[in-house]
């Protein structure tokens, strides 16, 4: 079992930085791959970037694709979201999910466990 909570949401202009954490509680959170996905009014969750375990191997979405940057500390049991050069679109609720699993994942159905989601909102 894993708890999840994110935390780093805010408002931010087009073109600026934030960076998201998701601390995990619980067991064997080293072991999991954990992703990040962002939903906003009225449209899909969609995936974001997601890291493994096993390597810390990355796979981002097209859209945020060198602009976006996930890394973990498993020491910690942490996972972070570097999110730069943000544009309007970005906006949306931002999740980190994870699953006890060594595959690379970047659909939400795959994953067991959710934070609540941290607001991202960025301004023209």
């Known amino acids: 079992q894993v708890q999840l909570v994110e935390s780093g949401g805010g408002l931010v202009q087009a073109g600026g930085s934030l960076r998201l954490s998701c601390a995990a509680s619980g067991r064997g959170f080293s072991s999991a791959t954990v992703g990040w996905f962002r939903q906003a009014p009225g449209k899909e969750r969609e995936f974001v970037g997601t890291i493994s375990w096993i390597g810390g191997r990355t796979t981002y979405a097209d859209s945020v694709k060198g602009r976006f940057t996930v890394s973990r500390d498993n020491a910690k049991n942490m996972v972070y979201l570097q999110m730069n050069s943000l544009k309007p679109e970005d906006t949306a609720v931002y999740y980190c999910?994870?699953?006890?699993?060594?595959?690379?994942?970047?659909?939400?159905?795959?994953?067991?466990?959710w934070g609540q989601g941290t607001q991202v909102t960025v301004s023209s």
């Open positions: 999910a994870a699953k006890y699993s060594t595959a690379i994942l970047v659909t939400p159905e795959r994953y067991d466990y």
